[in-house]
T-cell receptor, first 112, second 115 residues
Framework: DQQVKQNSPSLSVQEGRISILNCDYT??????FLWYKKYPAEGPTFLIS?????DKNEDGRFTVFLNKSAKHLSLHIVPSQPGDSAVYFC???????????FGTGTRLKVLA | GAGVSQSPRYKVAKRGQDVALRCDPI?????LFWYQQALGQGPEFLTY????????KSGLPSDRFFAERPEGSVSTLKIQRTQQEDSAVYLC?????????????FGPGTRLTVT
């Protein structure tokens, strides 16, 4: 039973355009969400997070939106750059605990 | 500063062999996690240490999997009598605290292939 789902295995975007990566979750008790980025042969690296008390968090070109009623979050990258090409994982957690539950990832390719 | 390191980076084992995977966390990080990432999947939690204490091993798939962190720094994940379904990337992560709001820093992983 996949509690965190990323239904798009891959996404291609032109350089300079917006990339939108989506993530759905099933457990309404999750209250902390994260996005990690992974390059080949490297470990995942933290990108941005959001607490359930917010509906938006922004860090430079990266913005995460949280829609609690729809149990949906999205990551927007504007403008997209070729160096953003990687696999993006969303993860959910309960803020008082340590366990991350990851989605299956979306491979983003930014075309120059 | 140094990040999380793991060794070996690649390991090929014949079915039935025992393997040991090493993780060197970021110095001073009290929390250490092991994850298993199968092909095309996201990382899945295996076990958690706070210092030398293994506080959660709920994700270990069978009693063939064993992890230790005897001095509260380096950790070893051991898999006995490896099976083909154990083929995966094993990721180690460390954190300065034990709640989700403290970032987990991941190592590059060990890719285990069981033939």
């Amino acid at each position: 039973d996949q509690q965190v789902k990323q239904n798009s295995p891959s996404l291609s975007v032109q350089e300079g355009r917006i990339s939108i990566l989506n993530c759905d979750y099933t457990n309404s008790m999750f209250d902390y969400f994260l996005w990690y980025k992974k390059y080949p042969a490297e470990g995942p690296t933290f990108l941005i997070s959001i607490s359930s008390i917010k509906d938006k968090n922004e860090d430079g070109r990266f913005t995460v939106f949280l829609n609690k009623s729809a149990k949906h979050l999205s990551l927007h990258i504007v403008p997209s750059q070729p160096g953003d090409s990687a696999v993006y994982f969303c993860a959910a957690s309960f803020s008082g605990t340590y366990k991350y539950i990851f989605g299956t990832g979306t491979r983003l390719k930014v075309l120059a | 500063g140094a990040g999380v390191s793991q060794s070996p980076r690649y390991k090929v084992a014949k079915r039935g062999q025992d393997v040991a995977l090493r993780c060197d966390p970021i110095s001073g990080h009290v929390s250490l996690f092991w994850y298993q990432q199968a092909l095309g999947q996201g990382p899945e939690f295996l076990t958690y240490f706070q210092n030398e204490a293994q506080l959660d091993k709920s994700g270990l798939p069978s009693d063939r999997f064993f992890a230790e962190r005897p001095e509260g720094s380096v950790s070893t994940l051991k898999i006995q009598r490896t099976q083909q379904e154990d083929s995966a990337v094993y990721l180690c992560a460390s954190s300065s605290a034990a709640t989700a709001t403290y970032e987990q820093y991941f190592g590059p992983g060990t890719r285990l292939t069981v033939t």
